[in-house]
């Protein structure tokens, strides 16, 4: 299996793009080396700004170059990006649906050293509530790639979530990203399991466990926060037993909330896998935060045979 | 203060270096470069001026001190436990799942921390708060701050140092620690901060410059702020990041990477050297 990093692709990807539209701007906000802006910076100085650590400017700045029509992408880390500057993203880009790119690196809990004040566990909540906004979380290399040039092609705001850690790639490359529609990664007809970012491949195992044993799961990568394709959740949550939701995020306002919402009163049973009403915390590595808070393929297993008692 | 008080100074400066040093090389990750740089005030705060009881480390009436740049968490876990607020081989525990030293500082589980911090320039603030409510309940604790000169890039920094001079929070002693030095590199060429010291007076504030590695200028300084009346404090110190460890001194790309194990050897080495150079 391939492994590779969401951050060095989102790097790779905007200087590809870079090459072809120059309307392209960068924002950093001295997380350069982390964000991998810098290889845009090596590329393309000109269009590359180092804001400093002033989150909160960047994104109202971003507002300013995109009535220019440049499109600006701002980059720091997720908690960063969408929490810091929550109002400056609600008032200046979201309220006008400006074409302003926010870009959250080191998402969820894979800052797993910084601990809870650098894991954005809530980014997601936050960023579906705003009106206008575009919510993304790609679950590997691939998509993410696919993902950046569909944002950039679309004109208006969108936040994207990034993971730090390397990641195996399990998308289809011959599936076109459209932005908004979730992708079947698996066919399935007991169960369907809706996953998001690097849940995805947690549910693509815990789906070749569960076929071992007779169950037969569905595995639905729902990138795509924002707009929420409720009707096609609905489509692929027909005539299954149960549906299980995981996420690398809060059970409020992320993946599970929107599909508990979008299934309200069809009656099969729904259990959600999430962080919890919780903040994060240090560990050694991704992993381990990952199995302390529940968030593997075990666990999907778990409740899915949860749903069959 | 004599020099026998100073060599002492040194000599606890030092070992906290080298707390800083084993914990982050024990979690594999973390900031020594900026705590590096802010030892030496943090070893005259806790052990020289402020009035702290490591038995009670609630005490209502203590000295606060508040890490607004949390990244620097090594250097306050360093500095607590040798000062005896909890065993110095627990610093080992850093960012590991289960311990109390997350890699930002918990004010809940940390005996000795008074704010958690982590998102830059908010501990600044939190800090203007403590001072203003020790005016209001008219008690003479006094709340110490350690900020980066990249912090000093935020809007939030300015927004409390308007409110600290408009309230005229002469309890309140802030430290920059002026190292030069972010992330991404030099602070003048990242998003110039300067001139400092000169943007502390616009704002109101009493500001002092000294060097951050010298006890006897950071012992005046202190001093010189307990006189003034009607304005909080600034010291700006002009420090090296990484200080005391050779190989790490002036270079950002120790900001925020743990020294391997054979690196954290020639560190400890060095200090154990420099330690036994104090004692001779
Ligand atoms: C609001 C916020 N933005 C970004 C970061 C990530 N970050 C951690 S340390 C740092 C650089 C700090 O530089 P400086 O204040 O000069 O600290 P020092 O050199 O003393 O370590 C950055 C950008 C953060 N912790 N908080």
């Known amino acids: ?129 705003l009106p206008n906004m575009t919510v993304i979380a790609p679950c590997d290399s691939i998509e993410t790639k696919k993902a950046i040039k569909a944002i950039t092609e679309y004109d208006g705001p969108v936040y994207v979530r990034l993971c730090r850690n390397d990641l195996p790639n399990i998308y289809p490359e011959d599936n076109e990203f ?109 992993r381990e935060l990952l199995e302390h808070y529940g968030l593997t393929a075990d666990n999907i297993i778990r409740k899915v045979k949860g749903l069959y008692k | 203060m004599d020099q026998k008080e100073i060599l002492s100074l040194k000599k606890t400066a030092a070992n906290i270096r080298k707390g800083i040093i084993a914990a982050t090389s024990a979690a594999g990750s973390g900031h020594p470069g900026g705590s590096l740089s802010i030892t030496d005030v943090m070893t005259y705060l806790y052990f020289k001026e402020m009035n702290i009881d490591v038995k009670q480390p609630k005490k209502p009436d203590r000295d606060r001190f508040v890490m607004s740049k949390g990244h620097c968490a090594p250097v306050l876990y360093s500095t607590l436990a040798e000062r005896g607020f909890f065993p110095k081989e627990d610093l080992l525990t850093l960012r590991k799942v289960d311990s109390y030293l997350e890699g930002h500082p918990n004010m809940h589980t940390v005996p000795g921390v008074d704010m958690s911090t982590g998102s830059l320039a908010q501990g600044i603030s939190a800090a203007v708060g403590m001072a203003l409510a020790g005016k209001l309940d008219k008690k003479d604790y006094r709340v110490f701050v350690g900020m980066g000169d990249g912090e000093l890039e935020e809007g939030q920094v300015w927004e409390a140092s308007m409110a600290a001079a408009h309230y005229k929070l002469d309890n309140m002693v802030c430290f920059v620690d002026y190292n030069g030095l972010q992330i991404d590199g030099k602070i003048t060429e990242v998003m110039n901060p300067e001139p400092i010291a000169d943007k502390f007076v616009a704002f109101g504030w009493y500001v002092q410059s000294i060097d951050a590695h010298d006890f006897e200028q950071i012992h005046q300084a202190v001093e010189n702020a307990k006189q003034q009346k009607g304005k909080p404090n600034m010291i700006v110190c002009h420090s090296i990041k990484g200080k005391g460890v050779s190989f790490m001194e002036g270079q950002a790309g120790w900001h925020g990477v743990a020294p391997k194990p054979e690196e954290r050897d020639r560190a400890i080495a060095e200090l154990d050297e420099y330690i036994a150079s104090l004692n001779a």
């Open chain 1, 1 to 129: 299996m391939v492994m590779q990093n969401q951050r060095k692709t989102y790097g790779d990807t905007l200087i590809e793009l870079g090459k072809q539209n120059d309307r392209i701007v960068v924002l950093e906000a001295d997380l350069g080396k982390s964000t991998m802006t810098f290889l845009f910076e090596q590329e393309f100085p000109d269009r590359h700004f180092e804001m400093g650590i002033a989150e909160a400017n960047m994104v109202s700045f971003a507002a300013g170059l995109s009535l220019t029509g440049k499109i600006p992408f701002v980059n720091s880390f997720a908690v960063f990006s969408s929490g810091r500057t929550f109002d400056q993203i609600r008032q200046s880009v979201a309220l006008g649906k400006l074409n302003v790119k926010i870009m959250g690196s080191s998402a969820g809990l894979s800052d797993f050293g910084d601990g809870a004040t650098h894991q954005s566990v809530e980014d997601i909540a936050i960023m579906r509530a």
């Open chain 1, 178 to 286: 459209v932005i908004g529609k979730p992708v079947v990664m698996r066919e399935g007809k007991d169960i369907t399991i809706f996953a998001m970012g690097a849940m995805v491949y947690e549910a693509l195992v815990a789906a070749d466990k569960l076929n071992e044993e007779g169950i037969s799961a569905k595995v639905v990568n729902v990138s795509t926060l924002k707009p929420f394709d409720e009707e096609a959740i609905k489509k692929l949550s027909e005539g299954v037993k149960g549906i299980v939701t995981v996420e690398e995020h809060a059970e409020i306002g992320g993946l599970g909330s929107a599909v508990t919402y979008a299934l309200r009163g069809i009656g099969t049973p729904i259990e959600t896998i999430s962080i919890g009403d919780k903040f994060g915390q240090s560990a050694e590595n991704y």
